[in-house]
């Protein structure tokens, strides 16, 4: 803001010294920048909100995809494949962070963003529209492999470029909370997922839901693409946004190898609760807890609710703290504390009540700490490597250790009996980001 000196009043003139300019001045700042950041976050949590829409609705649907693309033999055998197309998504999301980051840390984070949300409504588009193995034989399959293979290389590059779009988007003393929404959109998009999901099946009959009515949400989600890709196409690039940025992209960059390792073991810790807590306690609650299937889904209802009006308000208490971890270090002890009382009043004590107030407290920790925790890993990168660096540790954080939590948490139950097996699992994932984070040192880059 340009400010000028007040007017010197004449002498014996018993006025007082105005400065008329000023107040209006800072009236017309906050009101851009407000405007600025809603345009930020609407633009960057649209590409979030799409690639966990389409999450939450292929896991919901993914009995019906297997009997559809998957027409194998066996009872389980169409479902294993459906979740095995789902899960190479995964597989590929660390290329995708790669490749996609790279091309942000050059290109800029705008046409990376670009790119992602275009590769998203694509693959949403081949699985809404594929034809089922009934009219086209194997191709359909092939189908809905090539889309979620599209899908995950693009969200393996869409978090890292956004991400660190907001942060670098943000006014001084507002990265935590820009950094918050996409959080705050990861959970809305699930919550919008289950939802749509939940009014078709009770509104249309089974032969209705097979023959058309589990393509709509893929169908919505498509939408998404046209508006994003408008309201992203308008936003201002912030890779070099001064005159250290120029300097630094004239030379060449190198990978901060040691610091990317540290970043994907602290990332663990958060990847493994959120897939745990979010997706897989409603089969937990249904076979140890004996909760009924509906019943079951309303604890991840309610963690999605959390997580989307808690995040922004986290995001503006990280910016308050002078530095990043020790609210880091705090909710992870806390958190690791809490695992094993919370598993066993779900399990002792199952009344919906009981169980929706482990899930809120164990989920709030996890939406306290994780503002900080993406600024932490943002900050401890130079501008020229940021989008790289977040996408390989994000994307294979959460394909080694989140995407694959629950299978390895159903292997261990198998292999040893115990109800707690997600408590040990979880335990493990903390620890192992607890003892990361206090080797990690912070450093606040531009």
């Known amino acids: 803001m340009k400010t000028t000196c007040p007017p010197i009043a004449?002498?014996?003139?018993?006025?007082?010294?105005?400065?008329?300019?000023?107040?209006?001045?800072?009236?017309?700042?906050n009101v851009s920048q407000h405007s600025t950041h809603r345009r930020i976050i609407l633009a960057t949590s649209l590409g979030n909100?799409?690639?966990?829409?389409?999450?939450?609705?292929?896991?919901?649907?993914?009995?019906?995809?297997?009997?559809?693309?998957?027409?194998?033999?066996?009872l389980h055998g169409p479902l294993l494949l459906s979740f095995a197309t789902f899960g190479a998504g995964f597989v590929?999301?660390?290329?995708?962070?790669?490749?996609?980051?790279?091309?942000?840390?050059?290109?800029?984070?705008?046409?990376?963003?670009t790119l992602t949300i275009l590769m998203m409504a694509l693959g949403t588009a081949i699985i809404g529209l594929a034809p089922t193995y009934a009219r086209i034989g194997v191709a359909a399959p092939l189908l809905i492999v090539a889309g979620r293979l599209i899908q995950g290389f693009s969200a393996g590059g869409e978090v890292g470029a956004s991400t660190t779009f907001l942060m670098e988007s943000a006014?001084?003393?507002?990265?935590?909370?820009?950094?918050?929404?996409?959080?705050?959109?990861?959970?809305?998009?699930a919550l919008a997922g289950a939802l749509c999901g939940m009014l078709l099946t009770h509104a249309l009959t089974p032969a209705a839901l097979e023959s058309w009515g589990w393509r709509v949400p893929f169908l919505l989600g498509l939408l998404i693409g046209p508006v994003g890709l408008y309201i992203r196409s308008h936003l201002h690039e912030t890779l070099h946004a001064g005159p250290e940025a120029h300097a630094s992209a004239a030379t060449p960059a190198r990978h901060d190898v040691r610091r990317i390792v540290l970043g994907t073991l602290l990332m663990i810790g958060s990847t493994s609760s959120m897939y745990l807590i979010v997706f897989y306690l409603p089969a937990w609650l249904t076979r140890f807890a004996h909760v009924s299937g509906a019943a079951a889904f309303l604890p991840s209802g309610l963690a999605g609710l959390i997580l989307t009006v808690a995040s922004p308000f986290c995001g503006k208490l990280t910016d308050r703290l002078?530095?990043?971890?020790?609210?880091?270090?705090?909710?992870?002890?806390?958190?690791v504390l809490a695992l094993y009382p919370a598993f066993a009043l779900m399990l002792h004590a199952p009344a919906m009540l009981t169980i929706l107030?482990?899930?809120?407290?164990?989920i709030g920790l996890w939406v306290i700490a994780n503002p900080a925790g993406f600024l932490l890993l943002l900050e401890g990168f130079p501008r020229e490597m940021r989008g790289r660096s977040l996408g390989i540790i994000y994307s294979v954080g959460v394909t080694l250790f989140g995407g694959f939590a629950p299978f390895v948490v159903t292997w261990l139950i198998g292999a040893t009996g115990s109800a707690y097996a997600p408590v040990w699992y979880m335990a493990a994932c903390s620890l192992v980001s607890l003892a990361a984070l206090t080797v990690f040192d912070e450093r606040i880059t531009d």
């Open 92 to 113: 590929v999301r660390p290329i995708g962070g790669i490749v996609i980051g790279t091309y942000a840390d050059r290109r800029g984070r705008k046409a990376a963003m």
């Open 10 to 29: 004449p002498s014996g003139d018993a006025r007082a010294v105005a400065v008329p300019d000023v107040a209006p001045d800072v009236a017309s700042s």
């Open 322 to 335: 002078r530095s990043r971890k020790p609210i880091l270090l705090a909710t992870s002890v806390v958190s």
């Open 357 to 362: 107030a482990a899930v809120a407290l164990l």
């Open 171 to 189: 006014a001084p003393g507002t990265r935590g909370y820009l950094v918050s929404w996409q959080l705050a959109s990861q959970g809305a998009s």
């Open 49 to 74: 909100a799409l690639e966990f829409f389409d999450f939450t609705v292929y896991s919901f649907f993914a009995a019906l995809i297997g009997k559809l693309f998957f027409p194998v033999g066996g």
